[in-house]
């Protein structure tokens, strides 16, 4: 699960800039799944700055062209992805299509939302992956379409030892615009964190069940 983007510490830095992420060790957030952290990221704060929107988009072409240049189809999970995803296949000249986090209960029950045409291959794109859980819901709603699963690529990953081996199990893998590691370092160098925090951001990343 390593970062594949030479743009790490700068995609990690404008997230800062925008609170996309948050840092706080004395006061930590909890996560939907109820788990106490001391970072909270939202990257859909990204889409309510152009600048910033237009330049993600761009960083993820770079990327999917450097790892998986045979793509034919851009998939985005829901609902974080759907926005940025749709950016990145426009810029591709790509179809796309977008992943509920379950079937819908009516209609046509759908959970892949756009033509999937068997055998085609694709590029899930996430904005964001913790346990790789959510993300790995996509993947195996994807793969029941029968259609070539290349990769993923995502905005940030807090790179937990538990999403890296949730990936590794299922053969999916993960490329980052940035990771946890990128924003360290920046938040170490723009003065964001003590070190004191740094340290207890390490704890958290090492064990982050048992850290609060």
Known sequence: MKNNDPYALEIAEKLLQINAIKLNVSNP?????GLRAPIYCDNRRILSF????SWVADRFVDLIRKNYPDVELIAGVATGAIAIGVLVAER???PFVYVRS??????????????TPSGKKT???????????SSLQAYHALMGKELMILGMVSIFTYDLNIAAKNLENAGCKLASLSNYNALLETAINNKIISDEDLLELKKWRKDPESWY
């Open 29 to 33: 957030f909890t996560w939907a799944s």
């Open 50 to 53: 152009p600048e910033v929107r």
């Open 92 to 94: 591709m000249d790509l």
């Open 102 to 115: 379950k079937p819908k209960s009516h209609g046509l029950t759908s959970q892949v939302e756009g033509y």
């Open 123 to 133: 590029v899930i794109i996430e904005d964001l992956v913790s346990t790789a859980k």
